[in-house]
């Protein structure tokens, strides 16, 4: 069984930052693409940035610049950095992962179960 932990959501005000992680737990033999979505109330859920593997990084336009997401591929940790929040930033947050399992063929993806973050004006 696999499960992605999140912690670091909260309030903060515009121009403030937060940092998001995400520990991915269980029997686990690789971990693939990682990724940051967040869905905003009466909103789709919309991918802000991934991380490959190998560390290769893209990200949603609205967070260039101001994001940062990265990996720990030893510990199976995701983190997102994010700097000059402003209210549009205001979802909540999931971490999904690619995921190979131990004596499994091929990878499932996996969610967090979310954590909120909110920006006041």
């Known amino acids: 069984q696999v499960q992605l932990v999140e912690s670091g959501g909260g309030l903060v005000q515009a121009g403030g930052s937060l940092d998001l992680s995400c520990v991915v737990n269980g029997a686990i033999l690789r971990v693939y693409t990682m990724g940051w979505y967040r869905q905003a109330p009466g909103h789709q859920r919309e991918l802000v940035a991934q991380?490959?593997?190998?560390?290769?990084?893209s990200y949603q336009d609205s967070v260039k610049g101001r994001f940062t997401i990265s990996r720990d591929n030893v510990q199976n940790i995701l983190y997102l950095r994010m700097n000059s929040l402003k209210p549009e930033d205001t979802a909540v947050y999931y971490c999904?992962?690619?995921?190979?399992?131990?004596?499994?063929?091929?990878?499932?993806?996996?969610w967090g179960q979310g954590t909120q973050v909110t920006v006041s004006s």
């Open positions: 991380i490959t593997r190998g560390l290769v990084t």
């Open positions: 999904s992962a690619d995921v190979q399992e131990l004596d499994h063929e091929g990878y499932r993806t996996y």
